[in-house]
């Protein structure tokens, strides 16, 4: 390794400031994605075991009493999320570096783990959960043909995939709290996105919105809000102000008791997490008028057709 003083400007000596450890920047953390589950009764955290971050679990009112829960030896386990009936730890791996990621499952209880998605030369991506269906979640899987991902409802206690739509072309797709997929996501000529709405799995032969390459690195989808159920929540907001009309037709808009979860820790389609820090307002009348106001970056919605 090469010494500060050896690459130091001439008349400076840099002796006094020692490096930095490679270990402090590109070492595994002591602890890190900390999640507790659905009932609260359990604390989950990834952190080392024999030098390999795997999942580790404790009861939520005795964190020491923490054991390991998965036993990878070769690869870091990255991503993990709890199962919507708590039942389990879902995470996602591939094998050797290949980026083909596959969906596992370690039952809290037994301790056994199960391969959800067990197909070759095939990577999962996780379309949604929900707060109510409690026994399901929808992925993605490119495992009939390379180029797309279809999507799956997957049934988390027979671990039984069901086809809901065979992708020819989209590049994500966008699911409610009740597990309906509601839109479809495919880049444009432009260098942007459009994205089209999705009823009973079938896809809108035209876009309802679409963006343009000017916006298509600071623009994407990031949830769906349960209380608002026509639209959909983009980040970050494009230059046109922050205001959105959600059209009901059958009387006024309910009142959110309060925000919308989907935007809460909701990872978007380029991995980025949004906050829940915005202050939200919504008039009464035959149309629901959503504002928010951002610290950075600031968060729009836009109405989609009716369902």
Known sequence: ?????????????????????????????????????????????????????????????????????????????????????GKS????????????????????????ETTLTPFEDTRVQIIGASTTIKDAILVSLNNRDPRFHDVYRLDLGSGELTKLIENEGYAGFMADDNLDVR???????????????????????EPFSSTDMEDSLTTSPAGWPISAVRSAISRPARSRPIRSIISRPNGPPPIPRSRPRSISSMPNSKGNTVSSRAPMTIANGSSATIRWWRRAPPISTIATPEH
Do not use: C, H
Request: hydrophobic share 40%.
């Open 1 to 85: 390794m090469t010494s500060p003083a050896a690459t130091a400007p001439a008349g400076q000596d840099l002796s006094a400031y020692p490096l930095i450890a490679r270990e402090a920047l590109f070492g595994n953390p002591t602890r890190a994605s900390a999640q507790i589950s659905p009932d609260g009764a359990y604390l989950t955290w990834l952190a080392p075991r024999d030098g390999v971050l795997n999942i580790w679990l404790a009861p939520a009112d005795d964190p020491d009493q923490a054991r390991a829960i998965t036993g990878s030896t070769d690869r870091p386990i990255r991503q993990y999320f709890w199962a919507p009936d």
């Open 89 to 112: 730890v879902l995470y996602v791996q591939d094998k050797g570096g290949d980026e083909n990621f596959l969906l596992y499952g370690v039952n809290v209880e037994t301790g056994a």
């Open 183 to 205: 839109v479809a996501l495919r880049p444009n000529q432009t260098g942007g996105m459009d994205v089209f709405k999705v009823e009973d799995n079938v896809i809108a032969p």
